[in-house]
């Protein structure tokens, strides 16, 4: 392998521009960079980042398309899940980490580099990801992390690459903002701090809907396949067609606090709005296709699920495990859900399924049952209160024989 040869995650960003200066000028390296789609970039955008790689130097520029295999291996799964880190974080961008390392990997094998590098901090979950991933597929490979190993602040990398002729809007270089189909974070200044929020302007997608809308989702053995009265050729689709929808409603914003792999506490915002949305309509069609148990075992392995998925371990095993669990309890998860769409909030109407197990042929909660009568209920009311009712007795009856 080829150590002069190095391949380099790109974004087009800061960090990453940085990271293309730095091998090419100051360590004299061959610079193969490869952006990985996963569903955040339009046509336009990723030619753009193209002509930017090769702007700034690098000897040869790809764009390696995930998308669907980030959606079939992945995506799904926590949708299934009803995955939502510390019920707030839908893993937008720390889920689709570890599908561009796995493609990165790949690509420097097939190429023959013997180098990886990725334009990640030394103070967040990313750096993990990346080389966790690395080191299981390509054991051995050396790993430069230019921004890591000089602990180089945003302000110094805009200092070096002016002065090293490049120009980019540099306002917008405040923020990072990593985009994929299941949402976009963005991360500033404010988010170093524990009581400042982001400004508008930093949200790509700015809230421009003012009047609701209620929109029906459709779904299919968990999946989202179709919006009102259309139906997508697949789940992909009906989540960009969802994320068009939604998110100029402002709907799906939200500030992540959370404990990184590495053992500190990490702020980050986010815009996520058909995730969010895709998720609290599926978790409401389950409370009513699903057992008390399918839904409690679903909740376990759900948030488990989604914690390793978040600390980069979907590569271990046991993930395929649970997988098979979820797919499995998807299989009457199927019907229609409508949802209010407001100015920066949205409801949850209610559901239609063949599978609902609120039905008025068992009766009607808090009205009448046709399956018992009273005295059945008195009966079963009496025996499940006698555990605890022995134990009662037995704790009263043991402190009147103690002696003082």
Same mark, same amino acid.
């Given at each position: 392998m080829d150590k002069q040869k190095v391949v380099l995650a790109f974004s087009g960003g800061l960090d990453t521009s940085y990271c293309v200066k730095y091998l090419t000028e100051e360590k004299g390296l061959e610079v193969y960079s490869a952006i990985?789609?996963?569903?955040?970039?339009?046509? !336009?955008?990723?030619?753009?980042?193209?002509?930017?790689?090769?702007?700034?130097g690098v000897k040869q520029h790809i764009t390696i398309d995930e998308t669907q295999g980030f959606y079939d291996n992945c995506i799904k799964y926590l949708v299934f899940g009803n995955v939502l880190r510390y019920n707030t974080y839908p893993l937008?961008?720390?889920?689709?980490?570890? =599908?561009?390392?796995?493609?990165?990997? !790949?690509?420097?094998?097939?190429?023959?580099?013997?180098?990886?590098?990725?334009?990640?901090?030394?103070?967040?979950?990313?750096?993990? /990801?990346?080389?966790?991933?690395?080191?299981?597929?390509?054991?051995?490979?050396?790993?430069?992390?230019?921004?890591?190993?000089?602990?180089?602040?945003?302000?110094?990398?805009?200092?070096?690459?002016?002065?090293?002729g490049v120009d980019m809007d540099w306002e917008k270089a405040i923020y990072s903002i990593n985009q994929g189909i299941w949402g976009t974070s963005v991360g500033g200044k404010e988010t170093l701090t524990s009581d400042q929020g982001l400004p508008?302007?930093?949200?790509?997608?700015?809230? $421009? !809907?003012?009047?609701?809308?209620?929109?029906?989702?459709?779904?299919?053995?968990?999946?989202?396949?179709?919006?009102?009265?259309?139906?997508?050729?697949?789940?992909?689709?009906?989540?960009?067609?969802?994320?068009?929808?939604?998110?100029? =409603?402002?709907?799906?914003?939200?500030?992540?606090?959370?404990? $990184?792999?590495?053992?500190?506490?990490?702020?980050?915002?986010?815009?996520?709005?058909?995730?969010?949305?895709?998720?609290?309509?599926?978790?409401?069609?389950?409370?009513?296709?699903?057992?008390?148990?399918?839904?409690? &075992?679903?909740?376990?392995?759900?948030?488990?699920?989604?914690?390793?998925?978040?600390?980069?371990? &979907?590569?271990?095993?046991?993930? /395929?495990?649970?997988?098979?669990?979820?797919?499995? $309890?998807?299989?009457?998860?199927?019907?229609?859900?409508?949802?209010?769409?407001?100015?920066?909030?949205?409801?949850?109407?209610?559901? $239609?399924?063949?599978?609902?197990?609120?039905?008025?042929?068992?009766?009607?909660?808090?009205?009448?049952?046709?399956? &018992?009568?009273?005295?059945?209920?008195?009966?079963?009311?009496?025996?499940?209160?006698?555990?605890?009712?022995?134990?009662?007795?037995?704790?009263?009856?043991?402190?009147?024989?103690?002696?003082?």
């Amino acid at each position: 392998m080829d150590k002069q040869k190095v391949v380099l995650a790109f974004s087009g960003g800061l960090d990453t521009s940085y990271c293309v200066k730095y091998l090419t000028e100051e360590k004299g390296l061959e610079v193969y960079s490869a952006i990985v789609q996963t569903g955040g970039f339009s046509e !336009e955008e990723l030619k753009s980042i193209e002509e930017r790689a090769y702007d700034l130097g690098v000897k040869q520029h790809i764009t390696i398309d995930e998308t669907q295999g980030f959606y079939d291996n992945c995506i799904k799964y926590l949708v299934f899940g009803n995955v939502l880190r510390y019920n707030t974080y839908p893993l937008s961008v720390s889920a689709e980490r570890v =599908f561009q390392a796995i493609a990165i990997a !790949e690509y420097a094998k097939e190429i023959g580099a013997g180098t990886i590098a990725h334009g990640s901090t030394g103070a967040g979950n990313d750096q993990i /990801r990346f080389d966790m991933v690395f080191h299981t597929i390509l054991p051995g490979v050396e790993i430069l992390t230019p921004i890591r190993d000089m602990q180089l602040s945003r302000e110094e990398e805009i200092t070096f690459l002016k002065e090293k002729g490049v120009d980019m809007d540099w306002e917008k270089a405040i923020y990072s903002i990593n985009q994929g189909i299941w949402g976009t974070s963005v991360g500033g200044k404010e988010t170093l701090t524990s009581d400042q929020g982001l400004p508008e302007e930093a949200y790509p997608t700015q809230a $421009t !809907e003012k009047e609701a809308k209620e929109i029906t989702l459709h779904f299919e053995q968990g999946e989202l396949k179709g919006i009102d009265t259309t139906t997508y050729e697949s789940p992909v689709k009906a989540i960009q067609a969802l994320t068009a929808i939604a998110a100029p =409603f402002g709907i799906g914003r939200d500030i992540h606090v959370g404990d $990184t792999i590495i053992g500190i506490k990490g702020r980050v915002g986010f815009e996520a709005a058909a995730p969010v949305v895709t998720i609290k309509a599926h978790h409401a069609l389950e409370k009513h296709t699903l057992t008390k148990w399918q839904l409690y &075992w679903k909740e376990q392995l759900g948030n488990w699920y989604g914690m390793l998925v978040h600390e980069g371990q &979907w590569l271990d095993p046991v993930m /395929r495990n649970v997988e098979k669990f979820l797919q499995d $309890t998807q299989e009457s998860v199927t019907g229609e859900v409508k949802v209010n769409l407001k100015p920066y909030h949205f409801e949850i109407v209610g559901i $239609t399924s063949p599978y609902d197990l609120m039905s008025a042929e068992f009766g009607a909660y808090g009205e009448m049952n046709k399956g &018992w009568t009273g005295e059945d209920a008195r009966g079963f009311a009496k025996i499940l209160a006698n555990q605890t009712k022995i134990h009662r007795q037995v704790q009263e009856a043991a402190k009147d024989k103690v002696v003082l």
